[in-house]
């Protein structure tokens, strides 16, 4: 009996000992290059053109804290085709339709779906005022959506896209990067960057900040920045007029 005893306590140090000793060299989880396509400098101006006209179509129906629970959040998007024409938009409708799911990027994927006809949105690209969280990133995945270009960043539910890239095949249980990558990039307009100084100073929830008088400046300098808008690439010109008259001619599909 105590010989028993004996072995099982000297096979449980043995064990312990053996377990403690095995080595654990964690790999860096990587994140997937391979579709980063390079945006060019007049691409890059198209951009900021198209996040200033998904901030004014937010600004045409902006809520105040006074307009609770009012449409939804202070949050659009826009659709734009693979030659550059804006063809949707749409807001955040969370509250009118008592549904936590109508984010702006989800509105503006299924109505434009449903009214064309149309199965996916292959090599168009969506233009939001904010970071899409994880819902629009998976409704942007299966709908073939190429690239998203945001105009605030969200540090609470932001970066969906990119950790769905995320390689972990070398940690144990990991995980190839999810197929059909979208790439998300935030725009480099000086508004996305007024945006994220501002609302980095303060502590309070994003959506909450969104509907404060702040934030409301700087949707406003948005406006005006479209409106008076100085092209530095002549081919962007004809583009700006359709951006501006998109933003004149736009109605709210609730
Ligand atoms: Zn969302």
Redesign the pocket.
Known sequence: MRKAVLFVFFFACGVGTTLSVIPYHPQPIQQTQAIKPQVSPVQEEKDEIYNLVAYSLVLKHWQTENDRPGRGHNIGAILVDPNSHIIHGNLNCNFVNRNTTQ?A??RTITTFLKKNKAMDLDKHTIYTTLE??A??SGMMTQSKVARVVYGQTDPGFGKALERLQLDSRALPNGFPPYPRPVWSQPSQSPIRIQLDVAYMKVDKGLTEWLRGEEAHKIYESAKKRLANYNCAFVENKAFLTEAQDFVKNWQLEE
Do not use: N
């Open positions: 984010h990027e989800v899409p969280c819902m629009c």
